[in-house]
């Protein structure tokens, strides 16, 4: 199964709205990575965060992790139609391996 | 070169001949990593490179499944005698090293067996 798993599968909101994607996973990990794909090909890493820490900003996009609960979510504000994409969530497992684990993904469709 | 770069970006090839996949990832990065995505679903991983030590291969699907990587260059996956299912995006992506860093996407070879 899964190591992340983003909820929820799909998500269409208004542009200017706020979009949450949250991410759950089953071990304890390293760090947990965002990333976006769009059209199905290359995926581009968003942002990275470790173990150790609880929020992180990078210009429109907030994630946090509380690994306490084993989750993760990205918001970003003020959405765009050009944040039209698929979000996965992605796991680097504390379990001596390097082996990142990706989520089957958020599909986010932003109404012009 | 400037990103990851995957060669052929599209193949179609019939059911039962041997196709090859190349990736060459960003001048530098240690770890290289080969990733299978179906339509509509997740990454799926394959196999990973780090550095010259020996690579991760637990994600291979089938003994039909192989991959190279000549130190931190060029890598290759290989599929012999494909098969219908094997028909998917197959992304590489590579990092200054495995653990603690982002990954550099190709933008993929789509595979079609038919």
């Known amino acids: 199964s899964q190591q992340g798993e983003e909820d929820p599968q799909a998500l269409s909101i208004q542009e200017g709205e706020n979009a949450t994607m949250n991410c759950s996973y089953k071990t304890s990990i390293n760090n947990l990575q965002w990333y976006r794909q769009n059209s199905g090909r290359g995926l581009v890493h968003l942002i990275l965060i470790r173990s150790n820490e609880r929020e992180k900003h990078s210009g429109r996009l907030r994630v946090t992790l509380d690994t306490s609960k084993k989750s993760s979510s990205l918001l970003i504000t003020a959405s765009r139609a050009a944040d039209t994409a698929s979000y996965f969530c992605a796991t680097d497992p504390n379990t001596g391996g390097f082996k990142t684990i990706f989520g089957a993904g958020t599909r986010l469709f932003v109404k012009a | 070169g400037a990103g990851v770069s995957q060669s052929p970006s599209n193949k179609v090839t019939e059911k039962g001949k041997d196709v090859e996949l190349r990736c060459d990832p960003i001048?530098?990065?240690?770890?290289l990593y080969w990733y299978r995505q179906r339509l509509g679903q997740g990454l799926e991983f394959l196999i990973y490179?780090?550095?010259?030590?020996?690579?991760?291969k637990s994600g291979l699907p089938s003994d039909r499944f192989s991959a190279e990587r000549t130190g931190e260059s060029v890598s290759t996956l290989t599929i012999q005698r494909t098969q219908q299912e094997d028909s998917a995006v197959y992304l590489c992506?590579?990092?200054?090293?495995?653990?603690?860093?982002?990954?550099?996407f190709g933008s993929g070879t789509r595979l079609t067996v038919v």
């Open positions: 992506a590579s990092s200054p090293r495995t653990g603690g860093y982002g990954y550099t």
């Open positions: 490179f780090q550095g010259n030590s020996a690579p991760d």
């Open positions: 001048s530098g990065h240690t770890a």
